[in-house]
């Protein structure tokens, strides 16, 4: 049996329990929370860091608004030890609190974390309780070792009906809360069974029959362990946590000493809480609990602080009142006992041991831009794509630009570095100081900041002794009248920018490791030592350095994924909970407006999809907007040196079919077609016996352009340019043939000009008229894009200008850019080119549009136009926004529709094979295939009755499908074999009568 397996399971499984724990608390009006919870800290800096920190929270909705936060330092700035800070938080609860015994029914969550963080020096000023934890939450944040505390303990008040649970705020203790029940009085200490090798190291206790802590063990080797019965079967004992829960009825005794009559008494406040007793909580508060516990034993216990009058005194009050309780022992398993300890110890985990994490979420990469799969650890930091990280190096909220170099076993902390070699086994952490100064402190990851001169500690890879010497440095250069130590050595010079203190931390470790004679200038630094620099460190600044850091990381990633076609629900997941900032927002378009358009338009696009209101139709409308005006720039740039000489003909008409599509559709449509090419298979066709586009131009003899539209009945005369150039009013009834005249070179798009110069030059006026014979709007036959061809192609012949076939779709692919309608080129394709064509292009902003003929024998065309016959719907359907529907899911990047405008084209290549094979009934299935998958790049493409269109006659036809978009308009079938266009008509009209849904007559051409 894999006992670690199933610890691991366990232990995962209780995590989500108690994220669901947690996000109940958020969300549920009768869920049991904290009533309060109180954070320690060292001084009234950190107070404020954790203050911010938690104000942040709160406004993000990720903390529990009923409960009650405070964050309490050490009283006038000494240290009063976790004990007096204890005394602190119920003197301040009494205080805020209306009722004479303010702990009854309350649950209380203290978290002591107001330690200096010697041995971890770079969270001296943001508290170790906020420094990070490898893992993302579920809501997209960056975790801290607080935000794990207050998830993992979510759970605890619905176990407890009132009292104060402790914790230290340098240990991350994951259990499920349901092994915690506490029904009885005293006090309850909260252990996990760890094997022997590791309690030896830690502390351990020591329980009778009853489950009462009788003995404190405090990092006895295994034999004394074992000896004393501290070791159980399987080699565990029950480690100390830090995790202790104090019932109403023993903090009221506790609360007796700092009061009288249940009133809090100032005197009797400062003889327990003051930098003398500093009474420790878990040695002075927990010793007389033990069941084995005496006085005398009591007296020597080993002091926080010094084992003086005031503390003994203050222990003797201490155990009149808490012997008379006991120490329940909850032992807790599976659960798991992580501990924050050193730099060194930091750095492993990080690196070498988060896998063993990997059940619980953690990994060595969180908050990065970086994608590269390397074995370095990162968390909220910007790593350029040039720079190069060894294995074993932890890199968080930081910078690392241009080329640097990071070596093997560094550490490097809220700096900026660029083009910048970190030597192997160093650490670097940086501050901004409250005078707006900055400081970055240097030593060697394995350093111990409390090691003295005369103990010959190491630092940065040398002895202590050994580093002064090489320096030319002396004892008094370094320390003041302070214990010869780091972390009291004033080692790092202040400077003004965090490049200059960057450069003075690196000539440090010259100084020190290369013999670098830089002594002069550097005795001459203002100098802080790691004690003083995290002091006087301004911590809201380091706050919003990693925030405006994480927004940076956060937006690289968007992009990131973006550009690798990410759906948007992944691109926005970036963001978290929280969500789109408007700093971020606003950091986004102004990359957007620097971008390629494939970016841009995503970037636009994306943004719509996640901002809402008014802002979204913007962005969706700018998204657009860019694809026409990057196409339409492009092919103005191609066409600015055409010229016309004058007018070549009085009159010229022109009369095109209509098409009919049958594969690949929406792959001919921007940006699909400009990012991978399209593939469609179409054919022109008559209806009832015409072709029925026309367009009629002829020269008259007014100074004046005349537009018309005879099937409409609009007509306008035009004498200015500036009228002729707007074309994208989709309500305008001439926008068509405007951009007919801009796409042609007759009007400039943008540019002022004189209509009478430009009529002068070609030598006259002209009257041009558009005219769709029969067919109704929004049929799905293409007709308004083969209308833009005609009048394209009418303009050319009007003014003599030769155009190829290529130049003649380009230009009517230009208008639909013009006009902002967005369209493709299948339909101009279809209809101005005659018989039945495969349409490929490559990909490109310029779309070179190649249309092979198909050449069917004879027997096959008439079988297909025998067995052809379109359905009118009856109704209509708007194009325009169901363009954007439907391409704006392929910019979006969603997967059904980037999977079927593929196959779509495979389709289409199928069909052709079929049709020159001869094999009507194949392509038919094939028909049916693209029906389907019609369907899943737009369910709009059918209806309720479209779908009773095609029931009424499932009988007789063997293939269906929509002209164009669907929706509306037009259907096409394939009749069985021995069924006729006149049995479907009769069929069609028995079930439909005059509703306007019948079969009309059509012709491949």
């Given amino acids: 049996m894999n006992t670690l397996k199933i610890k691991n399971l366990f232990l995962r499984q209780s995590y989500k329990d108690a994220w669901t724990d947690y996000e109940k608390s958020l969300t549920k009006k009768y869920f049991i929370k904290w009533d309060y919870v109180i954070l320690t800290a060292s001084n009234e800096e950190q107070a404020d860091a954790y203050r911010i920190q938690i104000e942040s929270r709160l406004k993000q909705g990720l903390l529990p608004s009923s409960t009650h936060y405070a964050v309490l330092p050490d009283p006038d700035g000494k240290r009063v030890g976790s004990g007096g800070a204890t005394f602190n938080v119920m003197k301040y609860i009494k205080e805020i609190s209306d009722t004479k015994d303010c702990f009854q029914d309350k649950r209380i969550l203290v978290i002591h974390s107001g330690g200096d963080s010697k041995r971890v020096p770079q969270y001296s000023a ?28 979510s759970g605890i008040p619905s ?5 104060m649970l402790v914790l230290s705020g340098d240990v991350l203790l994951l259990f499920n809360s349901l092994q915690i029940d506490f029904q009885f009085e005293g006090a309850a200490a909260i252990s996990i069974k760890e094997n022997v090798e590791t309690g030896k190291n830690h502390g351990v206790f020591l329980s009778d029959d009853e489950g009462n802590v009788v003995k404190f063990l405090h990092k006895q080797s295994v034999e004394q362990l074992t000896k004393i019965g501290a070791v159980n079967s399987h080699a565990n004992v029950d480690l100390d946590t830090g995790a202790i829960i104090l019932d109403s009825n023993l903090l009221q005794s506790l609360f007796s000493l700092i009061s009288i009559n ?200 040398l002895s202590l002794s050994e580093f002064l010497k090489r320096g030319k440095l002396k004892p008094e250069d370094l320390w003041d009248d302070m214990e010869h130590n780091i972390w009291f050595a004033k080692l790092y010079p202040v400077c003004n920018t965090m490049e200059e203190a960057l450069d003075w931390a690196l000539r440090l470790y010259e100084m020190g490791c290369k013999g670098e004679n ?108 860019a694809i026409c005006d990057t196409i339409c720039d ?72 005349i537009l018309a539209s005879t099937d409409s009945g609009a007509y306008q005369e035009f004498t200015s340019v500036c009228e002729l150039q707007n074309c994208n009013d989709p309500f305008d009834a001439f926008a068509l043939q405007k951009a007919a005249l801009i796409a042609s070179a007759i009007i400039p798009r943008k540019d002022k000009a004189e209509l009478d110069s430009i009529l002068t030059k070609l030598g006259g006026g002209f009257y041009l008229a558009t005219k769709v014979i029969g067919i109704p709007r929004g049929s799905g036959l293409g007709t308004s894009s083969i209308l833009a061809g005609a009048c394209i192609k009418g303009l050319a012949e009007f003014l003599g200008t030769e155009l190829t076939e290529n130049e003649l779709y380009t230009k009517v692919l230009y208008m639909e850019q013009i006009m902002s ?36 024998e004879e027997k096959v065309l008439e079988e297909l136009q025998e067995r052809m016959a379109l359905i009118y719907t009856g109704q209509r359907r708007l194009a325009r926004n169901l363009l954007r529907e439907v391409v704006g899911k392929y910019i979006g990047s969603d997967e059904t529709s980037i999977e079927v405008l593929y196959e779509i084209q495979r389709v289409a290549v199928m069909m052709k094979f079929e049709l020159e094979k001869g094999n009507i009934d194949a392509f038919t299935k094939l028909l049916n295939e693209h029906w389907e998958l019609s369907k899943r790049l737009d369910a709009g493409c059918t209806n309720t009755c479209i779908d009773q269109i095609f029931l009424s006659c499932q009988d007789m036809i063997a293939g269906k499908m929509i002209c164009g978009a669907g929706g509306g308009g037009f259907l096409q079938v394939i009749l069985k074999k021995g069924y006729s266009k006149e049995d479907l008509r009769q069929r069609i009209r028995t079930v439909f009568q005059d509703s306007g849904v019948d079969v009309w007559d059509c012709e491949l051409v």
Avoid at 159 to 163: L, V, W, Y
């Fill in 634 to 705: 492009a092919m103005a740039d191609k066409l600015t040196d055409e010229e016309h000489s004058s007018i070549q003909k009085e009159f010229v008409q022109i009369e095109l079919p209509a098409r009919i599509n049958w594969g690949g559709g929406w792959s001919d449509t921007p940006p699909y077609c400009t990012e991978h090419g399209g593939t469609v298979l179409n054919s022109a066709i008559k209806l009832n016996g015409i072709n029925p586009v026309t367009v009629t131009i002829r020269k008259i003899d007014k100074p004046c352009i």
């Fill in 126 to 153: 943001c508290g170790k309780l906020f420094s990070p934890v490898p893992r993302q939450l579920p809501n997209g944040n960056r975790s801290t070792l607080f935000d794990e505390l207050i998830i993992s303990m």
């Fill in 262 to 461: 249940g009133e809090l008494n100032t005197d009797k406040f400062s003889q327990f809480v003051n930098d003398k007793a500093r009474i420790s909580f878990y040695g002075d508060f927990l010793f007389p609990l033990a069941a084995n516990a005496t006085k005398e034993q009591y007296y020597k216990e080993k002091a926080e602080g010094s084992l003086c009058e005031e503390l003994i005194e203050c222990r003797s009050q201490i155990w009149d009142v808490l012997s008379q309780y006991k120490l329940k022992l909850l032992s807790v398993s599976p659960a798991q006992f992580i501990h924050f300890g050193t730099t060194r110890e930091l750095l492993k985990l990080m690196v070498e041991e988060v896998s063993n994490y990997e059940f619980l979420d953690w990994n060595s990469k969180v908050i990065t831009n970086d994608v590269r799969m390397l074995s370095y650890a990162c968390n909220n930091a910007y790593l350029s794509e040039d720079s190069k990280l060894s294995p074993k190096c932890y890199i968080e909220d930081s910078y690392i630009l241009g080329n640097s170099k990071v070596q093997s076993n560094c550490v490097i902390s809220n700096v900026s570095i660029e083009n910048r070699i970190i030597p192997e086994g160093i650490t670097l952490h940086g501050l901004q100081l409250m005078d707006k100064r900055y400081v970055v402190r240097i030593y060697a990851t394995n350093d111990n900041p409390k090691g003295t001169l005369e103990e010959n500690a190491d630092f940065m890879t």
């Fill in 159 to 163: 176990r407890i009906k009132d009292g």
């Fill in 518 to 625: 830089y002594s002069k200038e550097y005795l001459a630094c203002e100098r802080y030592s790691l004690f003083e620099s995290f002091n006087q460190a301004d911590v809201m600044s380091n706050i919003i350095w990693q925030r405006q850091l994480d927004q940076k990381i956060r937006i690289q990633q968007f992009i990131h994924l973006i550009e690798s076609r990410q759906d948007i629900k992944k691109a926005a997941a970036v963001f978290g909970q929280v969500g789109l900032s408007a700093n971020m927002k606003e950091s986004l378009l102004s990359i957007a407006n620097k971008s390629k358009l494939s970016t841009r338009m995503r970037i636009y696009y994306y943004l719509s999809k996640i901002l809402t209101g008014q802002e979204e139709e913007e962005l969706e409308s700018e998204c657009f907007q």
């Fill in 821 to 856: 309608t967005g369209g493709g080129w299948q339909d101009q394709v279809g209809g101005l080119t005659a018989g039945i064509k495969l349409i490929t292009t490559k990909p490109g902003i310029i779309q070179d549009i190649h249309a092979e003929h198909i050449h069917l």
